[in-house]
Nanobody, 116 residues
Framework: QVQLEESGGGLVQAGESLRLSCAASGIIFKINVMGWYREAPGKQRELVATMTRSGTTNYVDSVKGRFTISRDNAKNMVYLQMTSLKPEDTAVYYC??????????WGQGTQVTVSS
């Protein structure tokens, strides 16, 4: 049974930073894509950032230049460094792992709240 667990969320003021982490437990094979998604109240879940095993990254336009995704393949962990946070970044953030065989796993989510 593979489980993903996010940590690092919290309440911050606009302009501050947070670092999210996600760790996998259980038997998991090589992960192709690691990513972060978020879901704000009343909105659909959206992609925030992804990173392939080879290091190719992709970001939603609204976080480019402010958020940085990184990963540790040996530890099966992914991180999201968030700087210059804005109230519109408030959401539940979910990590996502997709293996080369397309098996996909989601974490339970961590709340990020940015006050103005």
């Amino acid at each position: 049974q593979v489980q993903l667990e996010e940590s690092g969320g919290g309440l911050v003021q606009a302009g501050e930073s947070l670092r999210l982490s996600c760790a996998a437990s259980g038997i998991i094979f090589k992960i192709n894509v690691m990513g972060w998604y978020r879901e704000a109240p009343g909105k659909q879940r959206e992609l925030v950032a992804t990173m392939t095993r080879s290091g190719t990254t992709n970001y939603v336009d609204s976080v480019k230049g402010r958020f940085t995704i990184s990963r540790d393949n040996a530890k099966n962990m992914v991180y999201l460094q968030m700087t210059s946070l804005k109230p519109e970044d408030t959401a539940v953030y979910y990590c996502n792992f997709r293996q080369f065989d397309s098996a996909t796993y989601w974490g339970q989510g961590t709340q990020v709240t940015v006050s103005s």
